[in-house]
């Protein structure tokens, strides 16, 4: 019997990056926009998703796919605007990963403009996972506090785009907008930030107009 | 704490080497794991314990070679390592960069016994 050294260098997340490129070349072949949301629980995913979507539908076809440990109640809440939505019950995953989205794939009509994945409530683990989108937004609600970018830092460093979120709560709250989005800023200069209210609808028209451009982008029309 | 489903993909890959291989037991396994990968050391280990018991890794060592962020500018074109998770180059301070390590989740090497 002897030892033998096997060398590998075989990617952890080989399987699941596989399977979300493949996603992603099929949904920006047919001009379909995916976008990510990520964020900690309650921090206004869904209500943003249901506000955005009287910015985006006048003109623009979306579909939701929720993902969650238990319940209906997501998709429950986007199908009741008239708009498709599939529920992911990972059954206790922290996460969505691109095997659960390719699952749902065959039921993905061709003819949209966005598609939204709106991930696990969760700062963490979410962000290890590339699903196929092609672009990530990270929720940061007021309440939260706005020391989060540097506590959670992998959340905002692989998103494209930061939404502060609930900003009609910030007057009683000791929430400072500038340093949130410093903080975020600072370790992605990148990032592109928004500050909505899908109470007010404050922001939501920018933030709309965003993911329109984009979505232009992504088909190579910039009329 | 996703380095469980972690672990579950890096014990399909032992089982598939250690069936090409006809090995009998996989005696150490050792990972790249970048500081920005998401994944924390000390829970793989946990993970990887709870996960070895009753297979062929079952006597193995864990070995996790930690990673630091290595960005490029491409404004400056200075490549520096750092500790911390900003992107912004070192050097000049440019936000116009490339990761180029810092992010691996990688099965180096595992070492196999064969009968």
């Known amino acids: 019997m002897k030892t033998k050294e096997v060398m590998v260098l075989k990617d952890l997340l080989g399987s699941n990056n596989k399977i979300a490129g493949e996603i992603r070349d099929k949904l920006t072949a047919r001009g379909i926009l995916t976008i990510n949301l990520l964020s900690s629980p309650g921090a206004g995913k869904t209500t943003l998703l249901e506000a955005l979507s009287d910015e985006v539908r006048p003109r623009y076809r979306m579909a939701v796919i929720e993902g969650d440990i238990e319940?209906?109640?997501?998709?429950?809440?986007?199908?009741?605007?008239?708009?498709?939505?599939?529920?992911?019950?990972?059954?206790?995953?922290?996460?969505?990963?691109?095997?659960?989205?390719?699952?749902?794939?065959?039921?993905?009509?061709?003819?949209?403009?966005?598609?939204f994945i709106e991930n696990v409530g969760n700062l963490v683990c979410p962000a290890g996972f590339d699903l196929g989108e092609n672009l990530r937004l990270v929720l940061l609600s007021t309440p939260e506090g706005d020391d989060k970018p540097k506590k959670y830092p992998k959340a905002f460093?692989?998103?494209?785009?930061?939404?502060?979120?609930?900003?009609?709560?910030?007057?009683?709250?000791?929430?400072d907008i500038d340093r949130a989005r410093r903080e975020a800023l600072d370790i992605n200069p990148r990032l592109k930030v928004f500050t909505t209210s899908s109470q007010t609808k404050a922001g939501l028209p920018e933030l709309a107009a965003?993911?329109?451009?984009?979505?232009?982008?992504?088909?190579?029309?910039?009329a | 704490m996703h380095e469980l489903s972690l672990i579950s993909n890096l014990f399909e890959m032992l089982e598939e080497q250690a069936?090409?291989?006809?090995?009998?037991?996989?005696?150490?396994?050792?990972?790249?794991?970048?500081?920005?990968?998401?994944?924390?050391?000390?829970?793989?280990k946990t993970a990887f314990d709870i996960y070895k018991k009753g297979t062929l890794a079952e006597g193995a060592e864990l070995e996790i070679v930690e990673v630091p962020l290595t960005v490029l500018c491409l404004e400056c074109g200075a490549e520096t390592s750092k500790d911390d998770y900003i992107l912004r180059c070192e050097s000049c301070g440019s936000p116009d960069i490339k990761t180029v390590a810092g992010t691996e989740l990688i099965l180096e090497e595992s070492g196999v016994l064969i009968e």
């Open chain 2, 19 to 44: 069936r090409d291989k006809k090995a009998g037991k996989i005696t150490y396994v050792k990972l790249q794991v970048g500081l920005l990968s998401g994944a924390v050391a000390e829970l793989l």
């Open chain 1, 157 to 175: 460093t692989t998103s494209n785009g930061l939404v502060i979120s609930k900003t009609d709560l910030v007057p009683p709250l000791p929430f």
């Open chain 1, 210 to 222: 965003y993911l329109i451009e984009e979505l232009k982008r992504l088909r190579g029309d910039h």
């Open chain 1, 71 to 115: 319940t209906e109640r997501d998709a429950d809440r986007i199908r009741a605007k008239g708009i498709p939505a599939w529920q992911i019950q990972t059954g206790g995953a922290c996460h969505l990963d691109a095997r659960m989205i390719g699952r749902l794939f065959p039921e993905i009509p061709p003819d949209l403009d966005f598609l």
